[in-house]
């Protein structure tokens, strides 16, 4: 949830800090909208799962960005 990259990077996800400061990932290549998509994905499946452990803040945070 935190926009800052971690020590160890992020898993593929390079250009989600982008996608979280403005809700898509915007035209560097030619990936922007399969990145885009797959990140929304990514946050929606998340957010279910933080739902299932009781966390709702981060469910709802999660659910929202997976609609970008």
């Known amino acids: ?3 800052s990259a971690p ?3 992020r898993g593929g996800r390079d250009r989600v800090v982008e996608y979280m400061q403005v809700g898509y990932v ?3 290549d030619d990936r922007s909208v399969s ?3 797959e990140y929304a994905n990514d ?3 998340l957010a279910q799962l933080a739902g299932a452990l009781g ?3 981060d469910r709802d ?3 929202a ?3 970008g």
């Open 1 to 3: 949830m935190d926009p």
């Open 7 to 9: 020590a160890g990077s």
């Open 26 to 28: 915007p035209r560097a």
């Open 35 to 37: 990145m885009t998509t």
């Open 43 to 45: 946050d929606f499946a």
């Open 55 to 57: 966390h709702t803040a």
């Open 61 to 63: 945070t999660l659910l």
């Open 65 to 67: 960005r997976s609609h």
